[in-house]
């Protein structure tokens, strides 16, 4: 086999001036229409897209260490950037300033773009007359093996939802939230979904009735004219922001931070909330009028840093929960 | 298994050599940069059985083996059941539309991702076509999730590797065997069991392990459709891509328990096909004949029939594919939209869809029926060794091949490119299928033909080319198609590897996948189906008149 | 229960190759009946035919009165030895030979004796729990042989079942076969290459060529009188020679060369009339002298074949290579150069008219 | 350019299975040598050690002076005929005949030529397109001779090449093989199990026995003086009878029965003494006939065989049953269950010792 031209995989100094970047994302369709071709025209860069799961991203970007291939991170939890920092370039960008304190780059090297909140979906049809309004309706006898749930172990979205559950039914070592925990896992009726989208598409396709998901793709199943609704959990929704970093030894270092800079711009930010079903990390930014307004939801705040240091003890004692109720 | 040949370093010794540094190289030095986590910990540095004592000492976790050993075996003993009385038909009678019919059973085999398991969601789920049909009707069927859903999905798919081995198997049986066992009064089902199954019984252990692997390893289905099933490459694949607490030294372990376990099987494999060791020299290859009456019915029912169902899902796909959607939607009515932005999007991936499987194909086989030789002809602990390490790479989920390749070879020492390093990584995933049928195929060789031909002055190589390789060609055949269509539809790998110039039709299906384009991702999937029969049916125009499976 | 076998005008062809045109034969129940002929001249496959194994392109096939033509192989209670043996190669000597009986729900016991027993006639039991592969051919060949006989079947078909064994075995064997057949009356129909062994074992001999039957006969009739030129050439040696036969004052004149003339009596009525003629006379028919009627022959050289001697001589008048047989005797063989006299036996040789088509001599005798 | 082959204390063993144990033979540069011996004896063992195609477990072969037991098959410009024709089944005719050639670096047109004649001699030549799978039996075997043949060898080896051709086709390819031998001048170690093939084409024969060599020598040799009782029964058929030499006043005298007696010169000195024996009778050797003198026997039956009658008779005296061979006559074979006397050829026959491992007579000529 012939060695490959060097330029496929180390794309070149001159490759960078005639205005390169490499992003690999994780994300969906609106937000990559919405951002990429504008960066492309704004700056003449040409941007070279890979995308896969942000599992496999970020094990590409660990396996590619010594010599990476891409520029930019596009996508992912915000835990997961913290949980890699050696893969990442600091870089904060001028405006990250502009963002909520809450969403600031503090790490050095997570810049955050848009926000994503747990909520429940349910399926219009199915549901009938349960009322489904907080998590605690959750508990229903009439949804057991209704529910559709990720493994909070290796799903991002199922992880929000736990450390969101328990933030809002007593804290994170509450004895009474993990309690709660106990019983909707024996609702779930030993059912795990397989990822964070197989949850809200069981519950569109009608397999499951009501399923812990994430805001966007459910909103964006409510715009397409799905029929399911969001609910957002009287109990209180966390919002998480999504992040975006460079990658370290980026080849296009300087259109990398042209990227960073360019996701936090107000115009992009609001291109964000009017045409997507993000919420937009500037507090300023616009918001469609089909979104509910985040004035109507009750939200609580994570404690971010410490569910960061105790990921791993949340999800063990999570799993090892699953496990012993399970016959 | 008794060593017939001393190691010596005549070509074939070099030959041995060669590809057994191949392995070292491509095989042995990147896994183990991987999966040596499995014994260090990460903290301290020190070697440690940690992670092992974990998985065996939790039943959540070694639970999963039990799980995978039962889906492995009844998938392995469906698709038997299945496959090996279709070969029988479709060898011994004929059949209406056989030339097709086996074209649908090859892409039955593909796995394209979102293809498989989704649409039989779709299909069979609490809310599937098929349950809401029946439901209608007043029939409740059971539905998908759990452990007969995987069993479904897994056999569909899987039969058709037993059914193209059995096939070519079937080319090498002398006819006279099948007459002089109904002369003596022994036909019909008895003439399978007593003689055909016999005779076939290499190719098809061959065939077994292969599905049997396959199911151990696949974690695409079971994580779609097990919902709560859990089997342990479900549980490799998410401790090394967890988007929350993953731990590569835990899943290398598991990883490490899997080669183990692979190695075992395998060793048990080849133990039980030296019971099975005879040599055939078909001269007169057996002849399909026409049938009459409620045989002839049973028997096309049989086929269509198992054919129809393993090929719904795909049928369902290019049905989804002509609907008309809107965003992650589909919506009422037709029309050819999802194909307008499918062709968009297609790029040069129709182009690499065919070029990298088709460089890593010509490797295949190349490697591949070296392999078999030696590992038949030649076998010593140097080509023993060669045989067992060629399986590792079959069971080791893709994306962890994908993952030790991208640490071993993307970096200033290395530096392999893209597209090479695709190949490389695709040929030794996908090198099995040729292998194993190969030498299924040769063990049944009779030696006196090789020697016709070296006493007639042909050098070993020449004599191996020349000879051995166009009485193989049934086996090679029936292993490169299924190595083939596998390559096609090869993600797991390819996603950790691919860049835009080399991404695949299959990898674009799943981004579409992934940016929740379901319509796209559809219209793409009929696109690789579609370019799947071309390639097939060229590859039966140029190895027409040959003697081979098709 | 042996049963007769009627083949009405069968037509074999291989894709655009007709190898069987139109042959008909009857095959008496419970007789031997040889096919004799040329490598690739159709024995094989009219075998295959009488088995079920070959598609019929045309013509009828009886056993007893019932037509077979479409009747499942399995059914037609056949045993055969194929050319190429087709044993099972997965399984044991003893397993191969067993098979049949398995499939007729024969009693545990009575299979694993008849089985012990056909191993012991055939001479293989010492190597009944070995897989064929490890034999040599004759004994593979007798495990064939063993595994069509132990099912006492109505009708045995055997394609030179004795080929790779050597003369000793082939002997026993032939008896053993013919034994078996006679015992149970299993009508037979056997293919060989052997003309000894043809001679020896059938009751009745069909010649065929080119997919025609040519003459079937007792092996006598076939040999003395051999229906064309080709049938007597093909069995037994034999030197053609061209002659004219003249009728002169009733006498039935010969001329072997122009000037040896030999008087017969031994001419059918009807094909006495002057005409060329070609004569067979076989090396067995000469005499070797040295008196002075006869034509005169040198020798050319000599094959000793123990219990006989053959002599390669040529005529003095005409040059022809002529072959003759005689008797050896110890130390005593003729050497070359020797010049000697021939005369024939008259009333031993057949004339042909001048294509060899037909013979000439009374005594003819082919149920064709 | 031809070698002679000298084979000294060969051992094959199969597994546990001493098929071989101590055989050593010389073959000499040129001739042809047949190896003859019971179905399983080790003669394809044999052979195949020769090629190269079997480990050897002992002794040493020599082609020349050259050792060759590590040499590779390829190296050793051998041709093989083999007993299962091996033919290349995705090759035509055509190319499995130049086959050899195209490994050889002969030129193209002389390719063409070579196996257009050997196509020619093996009378397969309006088959050559074919693919062996629709080939006869003897039309297969017919492609392995010419294989094996067109390449021109040092050394040719042939496992019963003509096992499956007729009578008439054996003849002629013996003829072509020993042609093409002789012209070329191959060393030839041939298989056969028909005797007089065997007697034929041989300028020596070696007779086997469980691995072991019985007898080796010219045909003449072998079937006249056999070396043992083995040989004698081997080769040709013969009748044995248990009888006593005595030697009285010089003379020596052989009881055949109790009561008929023969005297005999050709006894060897160094055997001349008082013994039971073995008598070795060939049927030939029987003289029948209507006189006084001679053993009195009753026909029980006969064969007609063409040439030759074979009567079955048994002696009156001992109830013995005797082979007998005379020449047939046309109309007057001697009725079952007639009166007759028969008289020995008492220089022909041969008698072994007791337990019948050696010859007594003078003449017995073996070059083990
Ligand atoms: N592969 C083998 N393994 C074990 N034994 C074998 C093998 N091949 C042959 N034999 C045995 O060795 C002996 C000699 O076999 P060989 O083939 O040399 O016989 P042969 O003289 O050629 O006989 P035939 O005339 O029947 O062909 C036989 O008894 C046979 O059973
Ligand atoms: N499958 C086939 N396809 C085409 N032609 C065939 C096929 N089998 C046999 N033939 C031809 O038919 C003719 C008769 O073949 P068959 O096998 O009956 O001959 P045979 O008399 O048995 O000869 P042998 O004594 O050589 O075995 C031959 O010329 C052969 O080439
Ligand atoms: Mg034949
Ligand atoms: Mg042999």
Redesign the interface.
């Known amino acids: 086999s012939s060695p490959a031209k060097p330029a496929e995989s180390t794309p070149s100094g001159d490759a960078a001036a005639t205005g390169k970047l490499v992003v690999y994302s994780p994300n969906s369709e609106g937000l990559m229409n919405s951002v990429i071709p504008l960066f492309e025209e704004t700056y003449g860069v040409e941007v070279e897209v890979i995308q896969a799961g942000t599992g496999e991203l970020i094990k590409r970007i660990q396996s590619e260490k010594d010599d990476p291939y891409a520029d930019i991170m596009f996508g992912g939890a915000h835990s997961q950037y913290i949980s890699n920092p050696d893969l990442w370039e600091s870089y904060v960008s001028p405006a990250d300033a502009t963002l909520p304190e809450a969403y600031q780059n503090k790490s050095g090297f997570t810049t955050s773009y848009v926000l994503d909140g747990s909520v429940l979906i349910v399926n219009k049809d199915l549901i009938g007359d349960i009322k489904i309004e907080s998590y605690e309706d959750l508990l229903n006898p009439a949804l057991k093996g209704k529910i559709a749930m990720g493994d909070p172990a290796t799903s991002s979205s199922a992880f929000a939802q736990l450390t969101n559950i328990l933030l809002a039914m007593g804290g994170y070592e509450s004895e009474e939230a993990w309690d709660y925990v106990g019983k909707l896992i024996e609702q779930l009726d030993g059912k795990v979904a397989s990822g964070s989208s197989a949850v809200y598409k069981s519950v569109a396709d009608g397999e499951m009735i009501v399923g812990l998901s994430y805001e966007d793709p459910c909103a964006q199943l409510v715009r397409d004219g799905a029929n399911v609704e969001l609910v957002y959990p009287t109990e209180g929704a966390v919002y998480l922001p999504a992040t975006s970093g460079i990658i370290k030894g980026a080849k296009n270092m300087d259109n990398a931070k042209k990227f960073i800079d360019f996701i936090l711009t107000p115009e992009v930010q609001d291109i964000f909330g009017t045409t997507l079903t993000n919420r937009p990390a500037l507090a300023e930014a616009q918001t469609a009028d089909y979104m509910t307004p985040i004035a109507e939801i009750t939200t609580i705040d994570e404690d971010r840093e410490w569910v960061n240091s105790n990921k791993d003890a949340l999800a063990t004692k999570y799993t090892d929960l699953f496990a012993s109720l399970q016959k | 298994m008794k060593n017939n040949h001393k190691f010596k370093l005549d070509i074939w010794g070099i030959i041995t050599l060669t590809i057994l540094g191949l392995y070292i190289l491509f095989l042995v030095l990147p896994l183990g940069t991987v999966l040596y986590q499995a014994v260090i910990n990460k903290e301290t540095g020190a070697i440690t059985l940690d992670y092992f004592t974990k998985f065996f000492g939790k039943k959540y976790y070694s639970d999963t083996l039990i799980n995978s050993f039962q889906v492995s075996f009844w998938t392995t003993i469906l698709a038997i059941a299945i496959g090996t009385p279709l070969a029988y038909f479709f060898t011994m009678f004929k059949i209406k539309g056989k030339k097709f019919l086996q074209i649908l059973i090859i892409l039955a085999s593909m796995s394209a991702p979102f293809i498989g398991a989704y649409s039989w969601i779709l299909l069979l789920g609490r809310n599937g076509v098929i349950t809401n049909f029946f439901k209608g009707v007043g029939i409740a069927i059971p539905n998908i999730y759990g452990f007969a859903g995987i069993l479904l999905v897994l056999v569909c798919q899987l039969f058709p590797l037993i059914f193209l081995y059995i096939q070519g198997a079937l080319k090498n049986v002398d006819n006279s065997l099948v007459e002089a066992s109904q002369n003596m009064g022994c036909g019909g089902i008895k003439l399978f069991l007593r003689v055909i199954i016999p005779l076939v019984m290499p190719t098809m252990l061959a065939g077994g392990l292969l599905v049997f692997m396959r199911a151990l390893s696949d974690f695409g289905t079971p994580m779609l459709i097990g919902e709560g099933f859990r089997t342990f490459p479900v549980l490799i694949f998410n401790e090394f891509m967890s988007e929350v607490s993953g731990d590569d030294g835990f899943a290398s372990a598991i990883a490490i328990v899997s080669i183990v376990v692979t190695a075992i099987i395998f060793l048990v494999q080849k133990y039980a096909s030296n019971h099975f060791s005879f040599t055939m020299n078909a001269m007169h290859t057996i002849e399909e004949k026409p049938l009459k009456g409620m045989k002839n019915f049973l028997v096309h029912l049989y086929s269509y029939l198992v054919i129809g169902v393993a090929i719904l899902p795909q049928c369902y796909v290019i049905y989804t594919s002509f609907k008309n959607t809107k965003g992650l939607l589909f919506t009422e009515g037709h029309s050819l939209m999802s194909y307008e932005a499918a062709f968009k999007r297609m790029g040069n991936t129709i182009v690499n869809t065919f070029k990298i499987p088709g460089i890593a194909l010509i490797i295949i086989i190349f490697l591949a029926v070296l392999i078999a030789y030696l590992v038949v002809r030649r076998r010593n602990k140097l080509t023993s060794t060669v045989d067992v390490m060629s399986m590792i790479p079959y069971i080791i989920p893709g994306s962890v091949v994908g993952i030790a390749f991208g640490i071993t070879f993307r970096n200033k020492f290395f530096s392999i490119g893209g597209l090479a390093l695709m190949v490389i990584a695709l040929v030794i995933r996908r090198l099995p299928y040729t292998i194993r049928s190969s030498v299924a195929i040769l063990q049944q060789i009779p030696m006196s033909i090789e020697e016709a031909s070296i006493s007639l002055g042909a050098s070993k190589l020449k004599t191996f080319f020349k000879i051995t390789m166009p009485m193989m060609a049934s086996g090679i055949i029936s292993g490169a198609i299924l190595s083939w269509v596998t390559l096609i539809s090869e993600l797991s790998t390819a996603i950790i590897l691919y860049t835009t110039k080399t991404k695949t039709l299959t990898i674009a299906i799943y981004t579409e996948v992934l940016r929740g384009n379901y319509g796209i991702a559809a219209a793409l999937s009929t696109v690789l189906t579609v370019a799947t029969v071309i390639s097939l049916l060229i590859f039966m125009k140029i190895s027409k008149g040959k003697d081979i499976t098709i | 229960m042996s049963v007769n076998i009627k083949i009405k005008g069968a037509v074999k062809k ?1 894709g655009q190759n007709t190898v069987i045109s139109n042959l008909s034969v009857d095959i008496k129940k419970g007789e031997l009946f040889t096919l ?5 001249c159709g ?3 009219l075998l ?1 035919m009488i ?1 079920g ?1 070959n598609s019929i392109e045309g013509g009828d096939f009886y056993f007893g009165d019932t037509r077979i033509n479409e009747m ?3 059914k037609r ?4 030895v ?3 043996y ?6 044991s000597v003893k397993e191969n030979v067993a ?2 009986l398995k ?2 729900k024969v009693p545990k016991e009575q299979i694993e004796a008849d089985t012990e027993k056909f191993l012991k006639i055939v001479q293989i039991d010492s190597y009944k729990d070995r ?9 593979q ?2 495990v064939a042989l063993a ?1 069509a006989l132990v ?1 006492k079947p109505d009708v045995l078909l055997m ?2 079942p004795l ?8 002997v026993e064997m032939r008896t053993v076969i013919k034994d078996i057949q006679n015992e149970v009356g299993i009508t037979t129909v056997y293919v060989t ?4 062994e043809a ?2 074992i059938s009751d009745r001999i069909a010649v065929m060529k080119d997919g025609v039957i040519q003459h079937i006969g007792t ?2 009739d076939l ?2 009188r051999p229906s064309n030129l080709f049938v007597s ?4 040696r034999t030197n053609i020679m061209q002659g004219k036969l003249s009728i002169s004052n009733g006498k039935i004149v010969l001329n072997i060369t122009p000037n040896y003339v030999v008087e017969l009596d031994t001419v059918s009525q009807e094909h006495q009339k002057d005409q060329n003629v070609q004569i067979s006379i ?3 028919e000469f005499v070797i002298h040295h008196g002075q009627d006869g034509l005169d022959a040198i020798v050319d050289s000599s ?6 001697t053959h002599y390669f001589v040529h005529l003095e008048e005409t040059g022809e290579k002529v072959e003759i ?1 005689q ?1 050896s005797s ?1 130390d005593s063989i003729i050497a070359p150069k020797t010049k000697i006299k021939l005369t024939v ?1 008259r ?2 040789i057949n004339i042909f008219n001048e294509d060899g088509s037909y013979n000439l001599m009374v005594g003819v005798n082919d149920e064709k």
């Open positions: 291989y004799l002929g040329p490598s690739g024995k094989t496959t295959r088995a194994f499942d192989p399995g209670n056949i045993g055969m194929f050319q190429n087709a044993i099972f190669p997965h399984l098979f049949g499939n007729r897989m064929p592969e490890r034999l040599s051919g004759g004994q060949q007798r595994r099912i394609d030179e080929s790779n064994l050597d003369a000793k075995l082939r290459h052997d003309q000894e001679m020896a092996p006598k040999y003395q050439t093909f069995i037994g076989r090396p067995e094959v000793f074949l123990g219990l006989n047989i008797e110890i036996k009333e031993k």
